[in-house]
């Protein structure tokens, strides 16, 4: 498929998510297919509307709808139970490596996270090539940077997933060895595969342009529109990649790469940000009341979410025993491991869901339930950063400089999740296992656990006593490896 087409089904799926008839518009002018830059790149709305299309994209199945969230990584980490009359088959298959000799039932989940991620990536490349080919003089305030900033910090955020996934860690060598291509031009010419180090040098570079755009961003300057735009209301901006995605963002490939200060340096700029009341901690009164009204994905705590139309479908068709005798689910002696047997833990508390049922009863992480009349603000939405990991990371930062600021920084989340404060004469052995541990309790569902393990050279993960580190590279589509890409 053409890339002209790529980006038209794009465009065309979020106009219709949006109820308007503008596609029909396009579609009748250029009945091919392809949209003449001339005819469509004409106003701010059209430059709005073609990243909503990435947005739109981002939470597909294949992406963070499903895949790069609460799916296949997540069955990677092992954050559920395994068996095969326990997960899905083709999940099974994912979990125990299969992938590594080619069943085509874990390749059909691993190959599509490939192409719709430069996909995406494509279409970001055409909205930053019409950008910079287009007076700024069009767009409204500070529209411009602003739509620019979040186009460079999602290629960079995208990029660094397919690295994650694709490549090696920079522990096992992945620094200096063929890992992805790193896209940055809306074009059918091959890219070459890129070393971990070379990826790292792209994406930063990305993120400092995208962090220069985005000095204006209202998430950063606190200062909401003069003009009736809601695209750049306060409140608006942890769905879009806002200023501090960015430098949550920049903590995470730091410290991927083994660049400590800069990692701490970043993830202190958005600590900074949660202490002058940028963002607020989950209070436990959040966390009762009517099924309809809690808050489960910890919204005050996001500082980037993926918006997915279909997650409650998704949801119901893998995080439900009513639906199917295999599921993503656990048990209570996993509750129990994972939360060290403590019934106080907020997380432990009000994120599991103890089902019953046709199939069950049954334990279910319930971060991205979506019962009936569920809060308009906290529905449809899955997670992607939020502020614990920026304790964690500036933790693991200072094991070995500061290790007492390093505790005190797990011991602000664990605090505010009513657990009581580690002692502060922990090893650093001791510290980076309680860090694996929060990271554990945290994140079930938002796709960061096989992350972890991977850049910390994991070797086991729950439910097994041996994981090779072979597993952690999941295998390019036979394509790329013909085209010698």
């Known amino acids: 498929m053409r890339l002209h087409k790529y980006f038209t089904i794009i465009i065309c799926a979020y106009l219709l998510v949006a109820g308007t008839t503008s596609c029909k518009k396009y579609l009748t002018v250029e009945p091919t297919t392809n949209i003449p830059d001339d005819q469509f790149f004409t106003n701010e709305l059209a430059f709005k509307e073609a990243l909503n299309g990435v947005y739109l994209r981002m939470g597909d199945n294949a992406l963070y709808g499903r895949s790069l969230t609460y799916g296949a990584v997540d069955v990677l980490a092992g954050m559920y139970l395994a068996g095969s009359n326990i997960l899905p088959s083709n999940y099974q298959s994912l979990y125990t490596g299969a992938y590594l000799t ?63 996934l694709f490549g090696k860690s920079p522990l096992a060598g992945g620094m200096n060895e063929a890992a992805i291509p790193y896209r940055t031009e809306y074009s059918k010419n091959v890219y070459p595969r890129l070393n971990g180090s070379e990826v790292i040098a792209k994406l930063n570079a990305d993120l400092t342009t995208a962090e220069n755009l985005l000095q204006v961003d209202p998430i950063k300057t606190r200062v909401a529109p003069t003009t009736d735009d809601s695209y750049l209301t306060i409140a608006n901006r942890k769905m879009r990649f806002n200023y501090y995605a960015v430098k949550a963002l920049k903590a995470r490939v730091a410290l991927w790469a083994n660049n400590k200060p800069e990692a701490l340096s970043a993830a202190q700029e958005v600590i900074s940000a949660v202490n002058a009341g940028y963002f607020a901690w989950t209070a436990s009164s959040a966390l009762t009341g009517n099924e309809a009204s809690i808050d489960r994905i910890l919204s005050n705590e996001n500082i980037f979410t993926a918006y997915v139309p279909h997650l409650k479908e998704s949801y119901v068709n893998l995080i439900n025993p009513n639906t199917n005798s295999t599921s993503f689910r656990v048990n209570a002696a996993r509750v129990t491991e ?148």
């Open 102 to 164: 080619g069943n085509a039932n874990a390749i059909a989940l691993i190959d599509p996270i490939w192409v719709q991620g430069y996909n995406a990536i494509a279409n970001l490349n055409r909205l930053i090539e019409a950008l910079e080919a287009t007076s700024p003089t069009i767009f409204s305030g500070n529209n411009y940077e602003v739509l620019k900033g979040e186009a460079y910090g999602l290629r960079a955020f995208l990029h660094f997933d397919l690295l994650r």
């Open 338 to 485: 994972q939360y060290e047997g403590s019934t106080s833990d907020l997380r432990a508390q009000y994120l599991i869901r103890n089902v019953t049922g046709t199939n069950a009863p049954a334990l279910y992480f319930a971060k991205i339930y979506q019962p009936e009349g569920i809060n308009t603000n906290y529905a449809l939405r899955i997670p992607l950063i939020r502020i614990p990991e920026m304790y964690y990371i500036a933790a693991e930062s200072l094991i070995n400089s500061d290790p007492i600021t390093a505790i005190d920084h797990i011991n602000t989340v664990r605090t505010r999740r009513l657990l009581t404060a580690l002692p502060t004469n922990l090893s650093a052995t001791a510290i980076q296992d309680e860090i694996r541990k929060e990271y554990w309790k945290e994140f079930p569902l938002e796709g960061q656990m096989f992350y972890y393990y991977k850049r910390t050279g994991a070797t086991s993960i729950p439910g097994t006593t041996s994981y090779p580190q072979e597993r952690y590279v999941l295998p390019l589509p036979v394509s790329e490896v013909e085209f010698g890409r």
